[in-house]
């Protein structure tokens, strides 16, 4: 709760006004984004990385990262800089189990995936 409760604060502030573009389903352990308007090659990156990005940690900490702006974790800026650092170290996590092009991919969605949360 102790670690919700921040970033619940987040998502009053930026989730409903700056960053309004990119809406989430679902809440807590649930929650996921709706790829039905994504052109279908973000579609498929989608899928890997619901695939690949939810097995240590469910969705939810990539969802807020993208809609605050602000890795939930550490407090750091989430943003097209971060997206490729935060890829390369969840792939080099022990069981993490992705390629480079997997992460590549994921990463190119991450950053489309800021210019929609931005819009
Ligand atoms: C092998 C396990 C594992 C996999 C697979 C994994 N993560 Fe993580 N993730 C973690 C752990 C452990 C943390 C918390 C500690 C840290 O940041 O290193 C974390 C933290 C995070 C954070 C918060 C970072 C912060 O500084 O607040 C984000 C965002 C994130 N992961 C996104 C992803 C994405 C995107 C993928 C897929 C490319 C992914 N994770 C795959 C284990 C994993």
Request: one cysteine or more; a positive charge; aromatic letters at 6%.
């Amino acid at each position: 709760m102790r670690r919700v409760l921040p970033v619940v604060m987040l998502l009053c502030l930026f989730g409903n006004s700056a960053h309004a573009g990119l809406k989430a389903i679902g809440k807590g352990d649930q929650m996921q984004l709706d790829p039905a308007a994504f052109p279908n090659k973000m579609k498929e990156r989608y899928l890997l990385m619901k695939f690949k990005c939810a097995k240590c940690h469910t969705l939810e900490r990539t969802v807020v990262a993208l809609q605050t702006g602000i890795a939930p974790i550490s407090g750091q800026p989430f943003d097209r800089d971060a997206t490729r650092a935060y890829g390369i170290k969840m792939m080099r996590k022990s069981g993490a189990n992705m390629n480079k092009q997997e992460i590549k991919e994921i990463i190119e969605l991450l950053n489309f995936l800021l210019d929609e949360a931005a819009k």
